[in-house]
């Protein structure tokens, strides 16, 4: 499984649902859809920042991932983007790769 986070805002149409339904139910019908893709959703938090939900989950793959955001994208409520996490060990293994790399100029 992989992890990643998805960043949403909402369309006008998008709050106009939040406030119909509230947000503990808007929880529900994403973990809902995270865990029917196979997925588990470790956490849904609403923020007062640049987006307005943030949601980390485990899915399957990242084809898994693209799928959920383009059908909640699609559906018109959300503006929706996804980011891969990676955990410190995932990190750590990544920063050993040997890469070859010439800045410009030089």
Do not use: W
């Amino acid at each position: 499984m992989a992890r990643f986070l998805f960043t949403a805002t909402y369309t006008v149409e998008g709050i106009s649902g939040l406030m119909k339904e509230g947000g503990a139910r808007r929880a529900e019908v994403i973990r809902a859809l995270v865990e029917n893709a196979g997925g588990r959703m470790e956490s849904f938090d609403f923020g007062l920042g640049p987006h307005d939900a943030y949601v980390i989950c485990d899915l399957p793959d990242q084809q898994t991932a693209v799928a959920l955001a383009t059908t909640i994208r699609a559906a018109g409520g959300l503006d929706t983007r996804i980011n891969p996490l990676l955990t410190p060990e995932e990190m750590d293994g990544a920063l050993q790769l040997n890469m070859a790399y010439r800045p410009p100029g030089v």
